[in-house]
């Protein structure tokens, strides 16, 4: 697909002020660098059926500037850049462009906090819509997403148990 329209770029402070902002969190039995380490995996998302492709464009170490591209629901593609990328910590994009013209500006923040029993890991997912009308659902759309959102964060266990090996533990 072809990469047609340009999204707005935003920074973090987007992720406060964005029409809808929707904020999903789970607990993982792993320790952050496994957390962090499948946030950037290939595999992430897989366990989501709308998300039918990611590839990474930027070669590997990952970091700050991090290019990737997803497919939606075999329909719509996006390209999205990491503008912080603090390893075992957090991980923060926006949408550069996409293949149809859906929304007006996109970021996700993911944040990785040990706890005593492992990993939460915190989504923050901030959207401005681009299609006419839909800048006032915001308050409609925001309680829709956070249920889907919650059930979609909470699939990472899926690839952590799979492709994560755990670190040893000291006896």
Known sequence: ??????????????????PIV???KTDLDATPAQ??????SDEMWSWVPVLDKL???TPRPLGEGAIRTLR??????????FFIWEPDRRATFCVTSASRP??????????????S?????TWTMAVEPGLPGAAGLGKVLGPLLAPGNSFAIGGIKKIIRAEVPAEPVAA
């Open 1 to 18: 697909m072809e990469f047609a329209h340009p999204i707005r770029r935003v920074d973090e402070q987007f992720l406060r002020t964005a």
């Open 117 to 121: 029993r492992g990993t939460r890991l």
């Open 72 to 81: 939606i629901g075999k329909a719509v593609e996006v390209e999205e850049e």
């Open 102 to 115: 859906a929304i007006k500006a996109l970021a996700e923040d993911f944040v990785v906090e040990p706890t």
């Open 35 to 40: 957390v962090f380490a499948a946030l950037g």
């Open 55 to 57: 590839r990474w464009i």
């Open 22 to 24: 929707v904020t999903a």
